[in-house]
């Protein structure tokens, strides 16, 4: 959802409490795309400081449908968070960039609301999810899903450090 700024920007001291709707249906990130289960509307204030610089607070929360770091199942992940940005209106998309500003949401005097939360949402994502805390994980051989169920695979790692001392075990086995 695309927000106009434009009387915020033009008018100092304008301050703004849109409830923007979040249009987008999946996250998109460099390390994978999740689908969105729940959403609800951005709360968002925009206020105009002076001299054109904006400052965009809010809050937002949705799940995303992530998948399980050891068994891949499906994993509702819940994420809730808020943002304190601020927007120098006079510069261009390019001094933005050059000064290492991170306002891809600004498009002229547009905010995306979606590419906002997008954003925010990657500086709020768990570094691991899990379906439950004892996740059994995948068999190394077959690919089963260990919570399931086990499988007759042999999952035995042999250790080449070891090679002496099994031999030494295996020649003393009794019959």
């Known amino acids: 959802m695309l927000l106009n700024l434009t009387d915020v920007v033009l008018n100092e001291g304008k301050v703004i409490e849109p409830q923007a709707d979040l249009t987008t249906d999946v996250?998109?990130?460099?390390?994978?795309?999740?689908?969105?289960?729940?959403?609800?509307?951005?709360?968002?204030?925009?206020?105009?400081?002076?001299?054109?610089?904006?400052?965009?607070?809010g809050s937002a929360?949705?799940?995303?449908?992530?998948?399980?770091?050891?068994?891949?199942?499906?994993?509702?992940?819940?994420?809730?968070?808020t943002f304190e940005l601020k927007a120098?209106?006079?510069?261009?998309?390019?001094?933005r960039l050059?000064?290492?500003?991170?306002?891809?949401?600004?498009?002229?005097?547009?905010?995306?609301?979606?590419?906002?939360?997008?954003g925010e949402a990657l500086l709020n994502w768990p570094s691991r999810v899990l379906c439950k805390e004892d996740c059994k994980g995948l068999c190394r051989v077959c690919g089963m899903n260990l919570n399931r169920g086990t499988?007759?695979?042999?999952?035995?790692?042999?250790?080449p450090r070891m090679a002496k001392i099994r031999d030494i075990f295996s020649s003393f086995k009794e019959v």
């Open 27 to 57: 996250l998109v990130f460099p390390f994978g795309t999740y689908p969105i289960a729940e959403k609800s509307p951005v709360m968002l204030r925009i206020e105009n400081c002076g001299d054109q610089v904006l400052a965009i607070t």
């Open 61 to 81: 929360s949705l799940t995303a449908k992530v998948p399980c770091d050891r068994c891949l199942d499906e994993v509702a992940v819940p994420l809730s968070f």
């Open 88 to 95: 120098d209106m006079k510069q261009s998309g390019e001094e």
């Open 98 to 118: 050059e000064a290492l500003d991170e306002c891809a949401f600004l498009d002229g005097y547009n905010l995306d609301v979606d590419t906002l939360v997008c």
């Open 151 to 159: 499988c007759s695979c042999d999952v035995t790692v042999s250790d």
